[in-house]
């Protein structure tokens, strides 16, 4: 039988020793006195760091604390500034979600997050991992708080032989047994550290493991098999048109529907994008205006679920359509992809 209590205190004093520093953490010291982590800080770093790393999002948080403290100052906040605050750090539909969220805590909740995971997730845009992390690290409620990085943890530790995404119930449960109102809010974040640090997703450390003691995937010889996974599938490939359409120094750049990819975000003007590449005739057919469009090669992006060309053509304004003119320096707040298509079409020109 697994020794629960001895796991427990093993990692909890790895943690209380080699705990990182993040900006938006009350460490453990902190924590044994009675201190607790803000919520709001709790929150917004969980919605920035999914589905990106820790030293990417840390700019960005420091940079929303610092313009917008609390989150009555970020539910203030016009969509489109927190959407070029929020450009570069992608899954723009958190950008939408997060501004919903703060205006409900403000309007309905007087500024002051709920302390429960019930009441949490009834915030718009808060799901079961957030609402979760915040009840553990912002009030130490005994939730279970599975990341990828505690399911990593969690499938070598038990030595999971089923594959994600399939094993995700099981991972959880495990990690849920383990949770204990001793705590919690550390316990959790002792896990996450442990797998960023240490239980990393290549060359595992486990010469400085804590939990080594008790890890099947360790006894196997290989740990760093774990967790199984099913082969990827192949990510699909689009085609499409940026239309980088300037007057002089400036850019002319259209707001994208509210819903769907990047949407509420300013952008270039685009075509569809489809599976197929576009031809001269189709790409000038469907140009913003009409005009003499250049052809400046294409760029390339990635997107989670799918690949995207972009050829990029470029004219110069008559004066038509209703555009938003950009200068140069604003064009650093577009998303990376329209960050891409702009310079190529400014910087490629003879």
């Known amino acids: 039988m697994l020794d629960i209590p001895a796991l427990r205190a093993a990692l909890l004093a790895w943690y209380d020793a080699q705990a990182r520093d993040l900006p938006w953490r009350t460490g453990p010291a902190a924590g044994k006195a009675g201190a607790r982590s803000d919520p709001y800080r709790v929150w917004l770093s969980e919605v920035m760091l999914q589905q990106t790393t820790v030293p990417h999002a840390a700019p960005y948080f420091l940079s929303f604390t610092q313009r917008w403290p609390t989150v009555s100052d970020l539910a203030a906040v016009e969509d489109g500034e927190l959407m070029a605050a929020w450009a570069g750090l992608g899954y723009y539909a958190r950008a939408r979600n997060l501004l919903a969220c703060a205006r409900a805590v403000a309007a309905e909740h007087g500024g002051v997050f709920p302390d429960t ?111 199984r996974k099913l082969k990827k599938a192949d990510r699909p490939h689009r085609h499409g048109v940026a239309y980088v359409l300037t007057r002089g120094e400036v850019t002319a750049l259209v707001r994208r529907p509210p819903k769907g990819l990047l949407g509420g975000m300013l952008g270039l003007p685009t075509s569809d994008w489809r599976d197929r590449p576009w031809s001269d005739a189709e790409a000038t057919e469907v140009a913003p205006v009409a005009g003499a469009w250049r052809d400046l090669g294409t760029v390339d992006h990635v997107f989670t679920h799918f690949s995207l060309t972009l050829r990029v053509l470029r004219a110069e304004s008559n004066g038509e359509g209703d555009f938003v003119w950009t200068a140069p320096d604003g064009l650093a707040a577009l998303p990376s992809v329209f960050l891409k298509a702009a310079k190529a079409g400014r910087d490629r020109l003879v």
């Open 117 to 227: 995971e019930e009441a949490l997730r009834a915030l718009p845009g808060v799901g079961a991992y957030t609402a979760a992390a915040v009840a553990a690290i912002a009030f130490d409620r005994p939730a279970n708080v599975v990341d990828g990085n505690v399911e990593r943890v969690m499938a070598r530790l038990f030595a999971v032989e089923d594959p994600v995404p399939d094993a995700k119930p099981e991972l959880k449960r495990l990690a849920g047994d383990l949770v204990t109102a001793d705590r919690p809010g550390d316990w959790a974040q002792a896990l996450m550290d442990l797998g960023a640090t240490v239980c990393r997703p290549k060359q595992p450390l486990c010469d400085r493991c804590p939990v080594r003691p008790w890890c099947e995937g360790f006894r196997t010889g290989a740990p760093e098999t774990y967790p």
